[in-house]
Nanobody
């Protein structure tokens, strides 16, 4: 079983930056692909970014390409989402997710989810 706890959300002005963190429990963090998703008010949860267990493969949704960076520190069992040049449309609850051991990074197929952290971008 994997437990995920997100942190780092908050209120920021448009053009600003935030860094989200997701701390994972368990001893197999380095073998798990991780992802970030977001859910805006009244909308479905959607994929944002993913990273392989080793950190050498990443993929982003077009809406955040060039502005967001996903990274991980396997020694700390933590995955990060650095968000720059934030826009009001980035306002959402951001969720961290983990795959089963050995699963490839991707836009779906995640088995474990955090509770989410709110990001609000004011115009």
């Amino acid at each position: 079983q994997v437990q995920l706890v997100e942190s780092g959300g908050g209120l920021v002005q448009a053009g600003g930056s935030l860094r989200l963190a997701c701390l994972a429990s368990g001893r197999t963090f380095s073998t798990r692909a991780m992802g970030w998703f977001r859910q805006a008010p009244g909308k479905e949860r959607v994929f944002v970014a993913t990273i392989s267990g080793s950190g050498d493969t990443t993929f982003y949704t077009d809406a955040v390409l060039g502005r967001f960076t996903i990274s991980r520190d396997n020694a700390k069992s933590t995955v990060y989402l650095q968000m720059n040049s934030l826009k009001p449309e980035d306002t959402a609850v951001y969720f961290c997710a983990a795959k089963h051991n050995g699963g490839p990074p991707g836009t779906s197929g995640y088995s474990y989810w955090g509770q989410g952290t709110q990001v609000t971008v004011s115009s």
